[in-house]
């Protein structure tokens, strides 16, 4: 592997394991709740993250540059959730701008069994043919727009396996059900998108824990960090499990003493 891609790797995941903190979901959602100010939004929250995943107008505009923080940066777009389909979607950021703002890694979706299935994994093989040359890794996304129910092992396990086919260095997907399965099949890190709906924060400790038994590295979790009452609680409580083999119990008791505190 080139000592550039390495090098950017090794900042992204420090001990083999990470908390990625994505903030982009503005690029198809707007200003969604919670994330109306995205520079407040994450500045208590970047010393306990691993990485931010971003994209280039909040990068510019809402974080210091004087940050040390990796930066994953999202570089596709050019779609809304008023539109027609969330999956139609292009590259939005070259890579000369990503090497530009400095960024560790670019992130794209992918959108598999969609209409544009294939436009969108094209997209990927362009961005891994262009962003490798200059040392950068690409993590794809599998996102599932709006049909939430595809989100089983079977489903997971294809789309990871693809990715990692066309070049992508790191896979971002769902926990779901017999998660092992998607991983054992991928032969490049995965990493936690979230789960299933839940309605307490021993939940999200739990998919979290079982997922990285079952192969997992990391997490690149947002809305169940910031859109909690309690989210610096909440990522340092996701940083035990991650980062220090915490246990579900262990974290939850860690997060409820935290919330104390406030």
């Not at 262009?130 to 989100?151: D, F, N, Q, S, Y």
């Not at 739990?206 to 610096?232: S, T, Y």
Request: aromatic share 6%; proline share 5%; charged share 25%.
């Amino acid at each position: 592997m080139d000592w550039g891609i390495k090098n950017r790797l090794s900042r992204l995941i420090p001990d083999g394991r990470c908390l990625w903190l994505p903030i982009d979901h503005g690029y198809f959602l707007g200003p969604t709740t919670k994330l109306e100010k995205p520079g407040e939004t994450v500045k208590p929250l970047l010393p306990y993250c691993d990485a931010i995943f971003v994209t280039r107008g909040v990068l510019r505009n809402c974080i210091d540059p004087n940050s040390t923080k990796p930066i994953i940066l999202r570089v596709s777009g050019g779609t809304s959730i008023i539109g027609e389909d969330l999956a139609n979607e292009g590259i939005t950021t070259s890579i000369k701008e990503a090497v530009r703002l400095n960024v560790c890694a670019v992130g794209l979706s992918v959108f598999i069994g969609s209409k544009y299935e294939h436009q969108t994994l094209l997209n990927l093989t362009r961005l891994v043919n262009e962003a490798e040359e200059h040392g950068i890794p690409v993590m794809a996304v599998t996102a599932v727009g709006k049909e939430l129910e595809k989100r089983d092992a079977r489903y997971l396990a294809l789309c990871c396996r693809i990715a990692s086919e066309l070049g992508a260095r790191v896979v971002k997907t769902y926990w779901c059900e017999n998660f092992e399965k998607v991983v054992e099949g991928c032969p490049v890190p995965v990493v936690m998108a979230g789960g299933p709906k839940v309605n307490t924060e021993l939940e999200v400790f739990e998919f979290v824990h079982d997922g990285l038994q079952k192969g997992a590295i990391g997490v690149n979790l947002g809305r169940n960090v910031w859109k909690n009452e309690h989210p610096v609680a909440m990522i340092k409580a996701l940083r035990s499990i991650i980062h220090e083999n915490a246990t579900p119990k262990e974290a939850n008791e860690l997060f409820e003493s935290l919330k104390k505190e406030k």
